[in-house]
């Protein structure tokens, strides 16, 4: 079937002004984190191609004024033990409720659902007092905790959904040969779920790694900031002649989260969607 | 940092696991003993304990101390009735953030599936879909705060008569002749200056689901629809729509989801000035800025109240998937 070619043509130019308006802006982030400041307080950073004066000195200052490489690890220390926790307790609970039959179950897995749109401003004072008091704030820990727990019911509908799915017979099989829950959880249900764990992970750990509230409440512009935290602060205190300190930082931020969403991106958008419709 | 930090840290990516798993195992050998009918009934409950304990912890506790601390005072003890919900209610700063978040998850998501649609059904003509799937997706591995710093620096404004240095002023400027406008600091403007940064953000999972959608109709019904004489905008209307309406829905909850917590957008770009506060960054204010407990929590319970549809709809819909399998 022959279409129009004006339909072509219009199809094409709505997709080109689509990529555009998606790349125009971050482009104008990494052009502008390569300008002198003076020239990103006096001119768009479009004209720097015209009058190039490319420099790489806002990288410099955004790791030796702004720490920016603390802020890296501290991000790194943050979001690993974090979701290596939600992980970890998810993929058992997610079992547990995708496999095995009792009485309760359904009560406790809806309401654990019903967690999942929980807004985390519920957790803002009650944990900040609750870690206070346990001095933990300022600590890693608080945020292992935090970030372990708070999305755990999304984590265990997905792999509840994973561990559902597996063939009944491999498990069957299992106890034929006489194996425990304990082995047949730890044999054969966790390598097959391999890959829901990982897609999990990966998810969930650029998510974590961009959350800007709860690490701002319980962590703070102290030396345990991670990026996220140091380049909301600079945002806020921006100059004009600091723009290209905090568009240098930004880049910087986001080259693990894309690094990793670029070579794992099947996990990526294999979590998303399977949180969102059934896998 | 301290330097046995990292220690820690490598400790509980090593040990947590392996204490769960030590549980699991452990708790097998014990309950072994008993007959296999105690076993089966205590044994999810035992696998289970230490989730629960988690999700307690940080997701029931708070909700219930948040619902207590809203009944009381400034620092969260004591009673003082439904004073702070009074005042949550009638203060004028509250309200219009009230106003605010319902203006953004009435408008941005319903906006996002539209764009999401059309771009994933062109997307799905031409040959180089891969690439703009892709290209919209990116802003998802990008944190809020970042996407906010991005277009801050589009949103710049230079005063009338001087070379703009936002390209929005710049591009604005020299096709309408008009005078540049502030548009993070404009009211109103500056509310649809922050929800064009969500949608730039979100567009990516709205697309991501929408295609999968698209593609997952059965290419029988396009073609029988067509060859009974339906025209393109038929065949959408009476066959693609109808058939993406499960994903349509689940996009749109969480979408909702999302833009009812929004924080980052909001605090990094305009600090919630010029009227652009929503409910989730006056929470954080009345905690942290003027250290109201209580008042913060009674915020907080009316932002759960809001989310409390969204929450029952997904255990409906999970429940309905359910009766399916």
Redesign the interface.
């Known amino acids: ?1 022959r279409r129009p070619s004006v339909g072509r043509l219009a ?2 130019l ?2 080109a002004i ?2 555009l ?6 482009l ?2 990494l052009v ?1 984190s390569f300008r002198t400041g003076s020239a ?7 004209t720097e191609f015209a009058y190039p004066q490319f420099t790489s000195s806002a990288y410099r200052g955004a790791f030796e004024q702004v720490s920016l490489g ?1 802020g890296l ?2 991000s790194l ?1 943050v979001t ?2 974090a979701n ?2 939600l992980v ?3 993929t ?2 997610g ?2 409720f995708g496999r ?1 039959r ?2 309760g ?1 359904d009560v ?1 897995f ?1 309401l ?19 870690f206070s008091d346990l001095g933990l704030t300022g600590h ?2 608080s945020m ?3 970030q ?3 999305v ?2 999304l984590a ?2 997905i792999l509840r959904n994973f561990f ?1 799915s597996i063939p009944d017979e491999l498990f069957e099989a299992a106890e034929v040969d006489g194996a ?3 082995s047949t ?2 044999a054969i249900a966790l390598p097959l779920a391999l890959p829901g764990i990982l897609s999990v992970f990966i998810f969930q750990f ?1 998510f974590s ?5 709860m690490p701002l ?1 319980l962590l703070g512009a102290s ?2 900031a991670t990026v ?1 935290i140091q ?2 602060g600079m ?2 205190s ?1 100059t004009a002649d600091n ?1 290209t300190l ?2 240098a930082s ?1 880049i910087v ?2 080259i693990v ?2 690094v ?2 670029f070579a794992l ?1 099947r996990y ?2 294999r979590g ?2 399977s949180g ?3 896998g | 940092m301290t330097p046995g930090d990292p220690a820690i840290a490598v400790a509980v990516i090593i040990g947590v696991p392996l204490a769960l798993g030590g549980w699991v195992f452990l708790s097998e050998r014990v309950i072994r003993r008993s007959g296999r009918n105690t076993q089966s009934r205590w044994r999810p409950w035992i696998w289970l304990l230490p989730g629960l304990v988690l999700m307690g912890t940080v997701l029931v506790y708070p909700l219930l101390a948040t619902l207590r601390m809203s009944f009381g005072d400034r620092t969260g003890e004591g009673f003082t009735g439904l004073r702070n919900y009074e005042w949550a209610l009638t203060d004028p700063q509250v309200l219009q953030a009230l106003l605010k978040s319902v203006l953004w998850i009435a408008v941005l998501p319903v906006v996002l599936i539209l764009a999401a649609l059309l771009i994933a059904i062109l997307a799905d003509r031409v040959r180089y879909e891969r690439i703009v799937i892709t290209v919209v997706m990116i802003p998802s591995a990008l944190s809020l705060v970042v996407a906010g710093v991005i277009w801050s620096l589009m949103y710049r404004y230079s005063p009338p008569g001087r070379p703009q240095v936002g390209l929005l002023n710049a591009v604005w400027t020299s096709l309408s002749g008009q005078d540049p406008v502030a548009w993070t600091l404009e009211p109103g403007v500056a509310d649809a200056a922050l929800m064009l940064i969500g949608m730039w953000a979100w567009l990516g999972f709205a697309t991501v689901l929408l295609s999968a959608g698209v593609k997952g109709i059965p290419a029988e019904y396009l073609e029988a629809a067509r060859l009974d004489g339906a025209n393109e905008w038929q065949v959408f209307t009476h066959v693609t729509l109808p058939q993406l309406i499960p994903t349509i829905v689940v996009v749109l909850t969480t979408l909702v989801v999302w833009a009812l917590k929004v924080f980052d957008i909001v605090y990094v770009v305009t600090g919630g000035r010029n009227g652009t506060d929503v409910l989730a960054t006056r929470v954080y204010k009345e905690f942290f800025t003027s250290q109201q407990m209580g008042q913060g929590a009674a915020i907080a319970i009316i932002l759960f109240l809001v989310a409390v549809p969204m929450m029952a709809f997904n255990i409906w819909r999970i429940r309905r998937e359910e009766s399916f399998r």
């Open positions: 079937m199809v094409h709505v997709l689509v990529i308006f998606w790349l125009v802006p971050a104008g982030l502008t990103a307080a006096t001119s768009g950073w479009w603390r690890l501290n220390l690993i033990p290596v926790v970890s307790f998810a058992v609970v079992y547990v095995m009792f009485r179950r406790v809806m654990t659902i019903a967690l999942m749109a929980l807004p985390p401003q519920m957790a803002l004072g009650p944990l900040f007092q609750l890693y820990a292992w905790i935090f372990g727990g708070f755990m019911p265990v509908l559902a425990g829950p304990a959880f730890f650029i790694w961009n959350d800007l509230m409440v030396d345990k996220t380049i909301a945002v806020g921006t723009q905090v568009a930004a931020s986001v989260p894309l990793v969403f991106q990526f958008v998303l969607m969102a419709v059934k």
